[in-house]
């Protein structure tokens, strides 16, 4: 059965602190990737997402970029956090039309 | 005009009522429809996905789409405590590789 992991689970940085979040999938190949944040009580805001490995596609201009080093790894990074980067950072796969997998959640505030 | 729209509520109600949830959308070419669940402080989880018009159910779950009204429902008979979570509807295009997603409904079952 396929299986995702995220971490950290909890993480409070303080602005302009560099940010990695990874994300890794296990028991399926080639999966679609994808990073969203989700703002308190706020709906998905889709961040990222990668059809393979070294492709990626941004959704929204920001502070923040995404590699996939690996078939079944997607990173999200920042080079210096900002407030407004607080939130909920969720990554996800698919392998088709179908619906998407989320992973637990990384919970992520800048002081 | 946001392309799925839903209530966010919230929403509540008592233990073994049937609780309706619905969301609209704008595209006549949306394919597939999906429902997730969401605890907080969890990532969304998959609870149904149908593709094109009619029912689909799943236990003590019912999704319903009507491409007609570009209505889809999530119908959940004797609806327990445990229920109560964030409801999230979501749709693709044929062949895309994003969802669209509803901003959710937050739904208390009443024990």
């Known amino acids: 059965s396929q299986t995702i992991h995220q971490w950290p689970a909890t993480l409070v940085q303080p602005v302009g602190s560099p940010l990695s979040l990874e994300c890794t999938v296990e028991?399926?190949?080639?999966?679609?990737l994808y990073w969203y944040r989700q703002a308190a009580g706020r709906g998905l805001q889709l961040l990222f997402y990668?059809?393979?490995?070294?492709?990626i596609s941004s959704e929204v201009p920001q502070n923040l970029s995404a590699s996939r080093p690996q078939d079944r790894q997607f990173i999200l990074s920042s080079k210096k956090l900002l407030l407004s980067d607080s939130g909920f950072y969720l990554c996800?796969?698919?392998?088709?039309?179908?619906?998407?997998?989320f992973g637990p959640g990384t919970r992520l505030t800048v002081t | 005009q946001k392309e799925v729209e839903q209530d966010p509520g919230p929403l509540s109600v008592p233990e073994g009522a049937i609780v309706s949830l619905n969301c609209t959308y704008s595209?006549?070419?949306?394919?597939?429809f999906m429902w997730y669940r969401q605890y907080s402080r969890k990532g969304p989880e998959l609870l149904m996905y149908?593709?094109?018009?009619g029912n689909k159910e799943d236990g003590r779950f019912t999704a319903q789409v009507d491409k007609s009204s570009k209505y889809i429902s999530l119908f959940i008979r004797d609806s327990q405590p445990s229920d109560s979570a964030t409801y999230l509807c979501?749709?693709?295009?044929?062949?895309?590789?994003?969802?669209?997603f509803g901003q959710g409904t937050r739904l208390t079952i009443n024990p």
């Open positions: 996800a796969w698919s392998t088709g039309p179908t619906g998407q997998y």
């Open positions: 028991g399926t190949s080639n999966p679609n």
């Open positions: 990668s059809v393979g490995i070294g492709q």
């Open positions: 595209n006549s070419a949306f394919q597939y």
């Open positions: 149908t593709y094109s018009s």
């Open positions: 979501a749709t693709s295009l044929q062949g895309a590789q994003k969802l669209v």
